[in-house]
């Protein structure tokens, strides 16, 4: 996966191998990517990960 830094997108699969949510990256500490998430029980949340969760496809910059 390449660096993982704020405002990066986190591509994630949701258990049915597909690329199907996304998350913004806020922080990067000790190990886990922490990211701002909606549609997580119906509300926008943070989340916390470990970097090398098998989950995380990878991460992006969209080009606006």
């Known amino acids: 996966l390449s660096i993982r830094r704020q405002r990066q997108m986190c591509i994630r699969d949701r258990q049915d191998g597909r690329a199907d949510h996304t ?28 970097i090398g969760e098998y989950q995380i496809l990878g991460y992006g910059v969209p080009e606006y």
């Open 23 to 50: 998350g913004i990256v806020w922080k990067v500490e000790n190990g886990y990517v922490y990211t701002i998430e909606g549609n997580l029980s119906d509300k926008c949340m943070t989340s916390r990960r470990p």
